[in-house]
């Protein structure tokens, strides 16, 4: 091989690993917020694939020369990133999830504020959850597990898969596995501001002169805000049992796209 093609290939081979990286962090929490600058997530894309290069290129993985089939495995890789970004990115959606159910039921629906980490219109509270959970998952060097299930991504789907993710059916599941955490982590607010209402509403039955609006609004914030406040000690660990699961989607994801 002469000095040139030496040159094409590590080139060709080091954008390939860029293209998966750069998917990834374009949808992974902490990595793909909108306030990190698209240099800096660029720049973290392509550091991370100079790490990772010598242990990708001793696998001599097979690459196109023509330009249209390496077109194509850029694509791939690309996509291959993206999908698991994705897989990533379910924690943040059941924040997001949990915190409108929870603003839902305090009335704090009409008040949602702009996402620091995506930059979108998110509710209230699943803003406060992912902003903390964001803290916690750096404090306590969580990232570090995310770059780690990329780099494992390789031992899994090679560079230039010869299959597209199939499985439907674990999509599915993801989603209902989603909406089910969502629930389930909104579900001790949820559900006392739900025997609040119940409490209310006798009030109004037993004493019914009482301008009932101008009562149940301030109760429901003063009580919601209040259980926030005595499960925020069990915050942790529910993030931290999220996180296991979202890395055990993860291998999921990785096991079914190599079968």
Same mark, same amino acid.
């Given at each position: !091989? ?10 060709? $081979? ?11 962090? *374009? &949808? /992974? ?14 720049? =973290? ?13 001793? /696998? ?6 023509? =330009? =249209? ?5 850029? $694509? ?14 379910? !924690?943040?959606?059941?924040? %997001? ?5 929870? +603003?839902?039921? *305090? ?7 702009? +996402? ?13 959850? *992912? @902003? &903390? ?5 750096? /404090? ?5 597990? $995310?770059?780690?299930? *990329? ?21 599915? %599941? ?6 089910? &955490? /969502? ?10 501001? #739900? @025997? ?6 006798? #009030? ?21 805000? @209040? ?14 049992? =999220?996180?296991?699961?979202? !890395?055990?989607?993860?291998? +999921? #994801?990785?096991?079914?796209?190599? %079968?």
């Amino acid at each position: !091989m002469s000095l040139a093609d030496l040159l094409q290939w590590n080139l060709s $081979l080091f954008l390939l690993i860029l293209s998966r990286w750069a998917g990834m962090i *374009m &949808l /992974a929490p902490v990595f793909g917020a909108r306030g990190v600058p698209s240099y800096v997530r660029l720049g =973290l894309a392509a550091s991370l694939s100079v790490i990772v290069y010598p242990l990708i290129s001793a /696998a001599k993985p097979l690459i196109p020369i023509e =330009l =249209l089939p390496y077109i194509a495995v850029v $694509l791939k890789e690309v996509m291959v990133g993206l999908v698991i970004g994705f897989v990533i990115y379910t !924690m943040t959606a059941v924040l %997001q999830g949990a915190g409108q159910l929870i +603003d839902f039921q *305090m009335g704090f629906t009409m008040g949602a504020a702009i +996402d620091p980490v995506y930059g979108v219109q998110t509710p209230m509270m699943g803003n406060f959850q *992912m @902003v &903390l959970a964001t803290m916690l998952l750096l /404090a306590t060097n969580s990232h570090h597990f $995310l770059i780690a299930a *990329m780099v494992k991504s390789y031992a899994y789907i090679p560079i230039n898969p010869s299959n597209l993710p199939g499985h439907y059916t674990f999509y599915a %599941q993801l989603v209902g596995n989603v909406f089910a &955490l /969502a629930i389930q982590i909104a579900m001790p607010i949820f559900g006392a501001l #739900l @025997v609040s209402d119940v409490g209310v509403g006798l #009030l109004s039955r037993t004493v019914p002169q009482i301008n009932i609006f101008s009562i149940v609004f301030p109760v429901k914030i003063i009580f919601g805000l @209040v259980i926030l406040y005595l499960s925020i000690p069990f915050f942790g660990e529910a993030i931290s049992h =999220l996180f296991n699961l979202n !890395m055990a989607w993860v291998l +999921d #994801l990785y096991q079914g796209w190599k %079968q």
